[in-house]
């Protein structure tokens, strides 16, 4: 038997690119679809051997964003071109998800969660992130401020609004994280919210909510009627 198996070995109709071809990427499960990505498995395994084993271990696609270049290294079978090539495709999909959110106008707290829901609800450290808005309200960005426990790790509101002003945001919307899926709002999560408040009316930027994301649900405070 050879070491080093391909999906060249396998017969035509069960090779992922080939169903791609005859029958369009919407027939093709993710297990699939992350073989073509990955091309080809190590040893005695196939390209979609390792993708099963790629997504049992990281527990769905959420590896493509939140695994490092290292963490992914650590997998069997995933070398330093993989782990590049699996990065690139999750930020290509992060690229696209801003693409078609910053078509729309956010009316509501549901327009931008399910976003942010993508972007924070399968981490397992806490993350505090600004979206920042138009005049319009229309999506301009969505930065990075804070890891985290917000008891450990500070959000100030220097940090927020230092880059609204930079971007020349109208408007912004905070939003972080809840691993636990607890979707209640702590007394430092209310407390950072009156602060940054106030810091908006300083200088002319409006806070219009802070969500807390947990996994695929979202809590407004603004719905709470705790801003």
């Not at 993508?118 to 804070?146: D, M, P, W």
């Not at 994280?177 to 908006?200: V, Y």
């Not at 219009?208 to 947990?214: G, M, N, Q, S, T």
Request: charged fraction near 25%.
């Amino acid at each position: 038997m050879a070491d080093y198996i391909t999906i060249k070995d396998l017969p035509a109709e069960e090779r992922p690119r080939e169903k791609l071809l005859k029958y369009g990427v919407e027939g093709l499960s993710t297990t699939e679809l992350l073989a073509i990505v990955l091309g080809t498995g190590y040893q005695n395994s196939t390209a979609l051997d390792l993708a099963n084993q790629l997504l049992a271990v990281s527990n769905g696609l959420s590896c493509l964003i939140n695994y490092s270049i290292e963490e992914l290294k650590k997998i069997k079978g995933i070398g330093l071109a993989k782990a590049a090539q699996l990065k690139a495709v999750g930020q290509l999909s992060q690229k696209l998800a801003m693409q078609k959110i910053n078509l729309e106008h956010i009316k509501s707290p549901s327009d931008v969660a399910q976003i942010l829901i993508a972007r924070l609800g399968h981490l397992q450290q806490e993350k505090f992130e600004v979206v920042l808005l138009n005049t319009k309200h229309k999506v301009i960005g969505i930065k990075e401020i804070s890891r985290g426990s917000l008891n450990s790790s500070i959000v100030h509101p220097r940090e927020v609004f230092r880059i609204a002003i930079k971007r020349s945001s109208a408007a912004i919307i905070v939003a972080h994280n809840h691993p636990s899926g607890d979707l209640t709002p702590s007394q430092e999560d209310i407390q950072l919210t009156k602060r940054l408040i106030k810091a908006g009316e300083i200088v002319g930027i409006d806070l219009l909510d802070h969500l807390i994301i947990a996994h695929k649900n979202y809590s407004s405070l603004k719905e709470k009627e705790l801003l």
